[in-house]
C-alpha cells in the first residue's frame, strides 16, 4: 500500500504532476497562504483561517476556494497524523509573461503538510531570546494585513542569524516602529493594558493576533494600537509573541535587554489554548456529522 499524499495540488496527489511553469506564485509571489497548526488529529483555528484566507484573496482579487473543498482535501491529508504543520496556498494560477493578471484567473490551490516544529517546550513555559534584525519591513498599505506570497523581506531577515539559542527576530519598519518578527506578531505589554503594533503599512494580521485582539475586546482589556519603538519594546512591563503554530511565546529578552513576565501574558496565554481546544473539538464534531470530509 502506498504512502497517503502528503501535498495536493487541486486536489490531486502532487506526487503524480507538478506546478504549471506558468503559475503566477512561481513568477511573481501573485498568491496567498495559511499555515495551520494539526493537533490531536485535528486542524486548529480553521474557521478564522478560512475566514483570513477568504479576506485576504479579496484584497488581492483572486477569486477564492470553496471552504468545503479546502475541509475535505485537508481531512484526507491529516487523517493519519496526530500532530503536524499544513501549509495551503493559493495562487491566482497561470498566466503569460508580463505583470498583467489573467482577466478570468484560474487560481491553484496547494495543500501541504508538514511536521511539528521542534521548539524547545520551555520556550513557551520560560520566554524566549529574540533580537532585532536589520533588515527593514517594506511599506506598501495595499499589501499590510495579507498573508501574501512574497516573504522576502522575512528571509533576508531570518537569515541575520544562526543561534540556535536565538527564537525569533523582531522586524522594524523604514521609520523604526517596531511591527512584528519574522513569523510572528508583538504585543507589549503595560500595566493591565495590551500594545498592539498597528498593521498599517507593513506587516501580517495573524489569526492569533486576531485571537488575542477579540479576547481582548470580550474581556474588558485596554488595547492601544499604535507606533511603537524600541524604547517603548524595552520600557514595558512585558511582551510576547504570537502565530497560530506556536500559540504564544513570551519575550524574555531582546538582545540581552531582559523583559519581565506580567500577570497579563499568562491570561492571554490561557485563552489561546481554550480557543484551540474548542477549535479542535467543534473540526472532530463537524467532521462526525459530515461523512463527506472524511
Request: aromatic share 4%.
Amino acid at each position: 500500500m502506498s504512502d497517503p499524499p502528503r501535498a495536493l495540488i487541486d486536489g490531486r496527489p502532487a506526487a503524480g504532476g507538478g506546478l504549471d511553469p506558468a503559475d503566477r506564485g512561481l513568477a511573481y509571489g501573485d498568491g496567498v497562504f495559511r499555515t495551520v497548526a494539526i493537533a490531536d488529529g485535528a486542524p486548529e483555528l480553521w474557521d478564522r483561517h478560512m475566514a483570513a484566507l477568504g479576506a485576504d484573496c479579496a484584497r488581492l482579487a483572486i477569486p477564492a476556494p470553496d471552504p468545503a473543498v479546502l475541509a475535505r482535501e485537508a481531512s484526507g491529508l491529516i487523517a493519519a497524523m496526530a500532530s503536524g504543520v499544513l501549509k495551503i496556498i493559493v495562487t491566482r494560477g497561470a498566466g503569460g509573461r508580463g505583470y498583467r493578471p489573467p482577466a478570468a484567473p484560474v487560481p491553484t490551490r496547494i495543500l501541504a503538510l508538514h511536521p511539528a516544529p521542534d521548539h524547545p517546550l520551555e520556550w513557551a513555559s520560560r520566554g524566549v531570546a529574540v533580537r532585532l534584525c536589520e533588515t527593514r519591513l517594506s511599506h506598501q498599505p495595499a499589501l499590510a494585513g495579507v498573508k501574501h506570497l512574497n516573504r522576502l523581506d522575512q528571509v533576508l531577515a531570518r537569515a541575520e542569524w544562526s543561534d540556535p539559542d536565538i527564537a525569533e527576530g523582531l522586524m522594524r519598519a523604514r521609520d523604526g516602529a517596531v511591527v512584528c518578527g519574522t513569523m510572528t506578531n508583538l504585543f507589549l505589554v503595560r500595566g493591565a493594558r495590551l500594545l498592539a503594533p498597528e498593521i498599517a503599512g507593513e506587516g501580517v494580521a495573524g489569526v492569533a493576533r486576531g485571537l488575542v485582539l477579540d479576547h481582548a475586546r470580550d474581556s474588558g482589556i485596554v488595547v492601544e494600537t499604535g507606533r511603537f519603538t524600541v524604547e517603548d519594546l524595552r520600557a514595558a512591563d512585558g511582551a510576547f509573541l504570537t502565530n497560530a503554530v506556536i500559540g504564544l511565546w513570551p519575550v524574555g529578552s531582546v538582545d540581552g535587554h531582559v523583559l519581565g513576565r506580567p500577570w497579563l501574558t499568562a491570561r492571554i496565554d490561557q485563552a489561546i489554548h481554550r480557543a484551540r481546544r474548542r477549535s479542535r473539538a467543534a473540526w472532530k464534531k463537524t467532521a462526525e456529522e459530515s461523512p463527506s470530509r472524511a
